[in-house]
């Protein structure tokens, strides 16, 4: 039997890519800027959401895919944002097809969207799902070492949001080594010390993310 | 880790280039895997033997070639492995950056009966 070897040098992400890039098209084109959110489990993902929205001046909608429960996805609605919960069935991460078929049910043009991400600091990072940026939540309590563990993360975010700040006095998290291994790794993203607890540093954080908007929204009219 | 879904995309990648050659089968699946991207190549397999049952590429060998992550450093200029919890040189002591090496993931080539 005559065997022939054929020349492929495809990218096994390519094809979720090109989905995450039609997807990302048709989110500017509704004027929907779009936000993965990324982080370990309990980091505040949801809790941060929540504080962030309500200072937001154009209305927003929430993706859940971070568990199959809709715990979060009730608190949500409780509150009166508008949300989805996704079925991930025990998925480590989001792909892009799962988000390229729900946004075409979201209910939503000119605003936010924000899509909490499977509690995970490997696998999301892999995957665009059609996000305009990448936010990161870690945490103070998390251990300073987690941009050294998980580089990928940091290297992709776009903002990194460092939350439980009302925290900082009960545990010895190494501000400067944090602060040092991101810089390595990502020369570019913002970071902003919060506390979704007590409110603190969202007003900063509200005023980025408005600005990001903004030049995503002037860069598709051209 | 997701090796399900990413197996599956190796797999219909395989089907697609072996259709495009008129295969009748793929003996031989070569993959080329950064070893910063995590994945595990016995789960790979597992995976493979369950997804490509019914497929072109039943029974294909699996041959993998991984890449070492390597750091550039900012001041030196020298490629180096990082060693765990830092990103300095050890050469120099400067600061280093990410690259793109060790993050390879592709097919870069398969064997097909005609
Ligand atoms: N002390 C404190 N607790 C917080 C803060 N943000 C979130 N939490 C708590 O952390 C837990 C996990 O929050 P949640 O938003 O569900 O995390 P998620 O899993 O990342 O969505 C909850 O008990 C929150 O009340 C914070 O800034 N400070
Ligand atoms: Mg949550
Ligand atoms: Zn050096």
């Known amino acids: 039997m005559e065997h022939t070897e054929v020349t492929v040098m495809e990218d096994i992400f390519e094809r979720n890519d090109k989905i995450a890039l039609e997807t990302n098209q048709a989110l500017s084109e509704r004027g929907i800027f779009t936000v993965n959110i990324m982080g370990a489990p309990g980091v505040g993902k949801t809790t941060f959401l929540v504080r962030l929205i309500q200072l937001l001046a154009k209305p927003a909608f ?28 025990g998925a480590c991460h989001l792909e892009s097809t799962i988000i390229a078929d729900a946004v075409k049910t979201v209910s939503l043009e000119n605003g936010y969207l924000f899509i909490e991400n499977i509690g995970n600091l490997v696998c999301p990072a892999e995957f665009i799902i059609g996000e305009h940026i990448k936010l990161l939540i870690s945490t103070v309590t998390e251990g300073s070492d987690k941009p050294y563990k998980y580089p990928l993360a940091f290297e992709k975010a776009d903002v990194i949001i460092i939350n439980k700040a009302d925290l900082s006095a009960y545990v010895d998290f190494d501000e400067a080594y944090f602060i040092k291994g991101i810089q390595a790794l990502n020369k570019n993203a913002p970071i902003f010390k919060v506390s979704a607890k007590t409110g603190e540093g969202f007003g900063e954080v509200a005023a980025w993310i408005t600005e990001q908007a903004k030049q995503i929204n002037s860069s598709i009219k051209k | 880790m997701h090796e399900l879904s990413i197996t599956k995309q190796i797999v219909a990648i395989c089907e697609d280039f072996a259709g495009k050659h008129s295969a009748s089968k793929v003996t031989k699946i070569n993959l080329v895997v950064g070893e910063a991207t995590g994945y595990i190549a016995e789960s790979i397999r597992f995976y493979f033997d369950i997804l490509a049952k019914d497929s072109i590429c039943k029974d294909a060998k699996i041959t993998l070639e991984t890449v070492k992550p390597l750091l550039l450093c900012t001041s030196c200029q020298q490629y180096f492995e990082r060693v765990p919890f830092s990103f300095d040189c050890p050469l120099c002591g400067g600061q280093g950056e990410p690259t793109e090496i060790g993050r390879e993931f592709y097919v870069k080539s398969i064997e097909i009966e005609e």
Do not use: P, R, Y
Not at chain 1, 63 to 82: M, N, P, V, W
């Open chain 1, 62 to 89: 929430v993706i859940e895919g971070d568990i199959e429960s809709d715990i979060d996805t009730k608190k949500l609605l409780d509150l009166g944002i508008a949300a989805l919960q996704l079925n991930t069935g």
